[in-house]
């Protein structure tokens, strides 16, 4: 896994399961800054994104300039921690639309999953009381998601105000950092 960050601009990279190479841009930007790049001409979009990186060293930017196929953009949501709501009787959430919440802590697939067993086993230990049940749920579920929503909102910041051109590189068999600067 590489992470290289530089103020509000990250390159995120992994390698896939077939030895290719995955590359992530990250950029704290305008909601509608994507409006302006037609990713359907790759080279400009490519151009258009490379003018973020122009403090990067060439090798980082090389992952966008050389990577092959389309690019796909994609704004990243958040919901504020803490969120919650009133609850109904009948009705209930779990999962991103419950707490969707930016990737970068790596969380929101095993929340989702959290969430439906613990949906699971609430009706399973009240079934003749389901709206208890899912209050139950509900309860449990606000000051869990919470914790990981603020964690995650510590992660960004954190990322986001890291040194300018420091990185860290960090493989599955051990991790290294390094300074190119
Ligand atoms: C770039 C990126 C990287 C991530 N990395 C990680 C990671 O490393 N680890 C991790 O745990 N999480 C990660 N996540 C988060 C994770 O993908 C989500 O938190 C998780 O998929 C949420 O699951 P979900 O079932 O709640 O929602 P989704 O996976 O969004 O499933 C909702 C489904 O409902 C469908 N749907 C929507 N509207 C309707 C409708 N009206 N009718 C019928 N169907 C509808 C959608 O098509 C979708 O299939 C990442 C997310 C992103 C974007």
Not at 166 to 178: P, Q
């Amino acid at each position: 896994m590489l992470f290289a960050l530089d103020g509000d601009t990250g390159v995120l990279c992994h390698r896939e399961t077939d030895g290719s190479l995955h590359t992530y841009l990250g950029l704290r930007v305008d909601e509608d800054w994507l409006d302006d790049i037609d990713f359907a001409d790759t080279a400009a979009a490519k151009r258009g994104l490379l003018e973020r990186l122009r403090s990067f060293h060439p090798s980082l930017q090389g992952l966008i300039a050389h990577a092959d196929g389309t690019l796909t953009p994609r704004r990243i949501h958040a919901l504020r921690p803490g969120f919650t709501w009133e609850h109904r009787s009948g009705v209930t959430i779990l999962g991103d639309a419950a707490h969707v919440m930016s990737p970068f802590a790596g969380e929101g697939a095993n929340l989702a999953m959290h969430d439906g067993s613990s949906l699971a086993l609430a009706i399973a230990s009240r079934p003749d009381d389901i709206d208890a049940a899912v209050r139950a749920y509900e309860d449990e579920l606000f000051i869990r998601s919470e914790l990981a929503a603020t964690e995650k909102h510590a992660a960004i910041t954190s990322i986001q105000s890291m040194p300018r051109s420091r990185w860290a590189c960090s493989a599955r068999s051990g991790s290294t950092a390094d300074d190119p600067s």
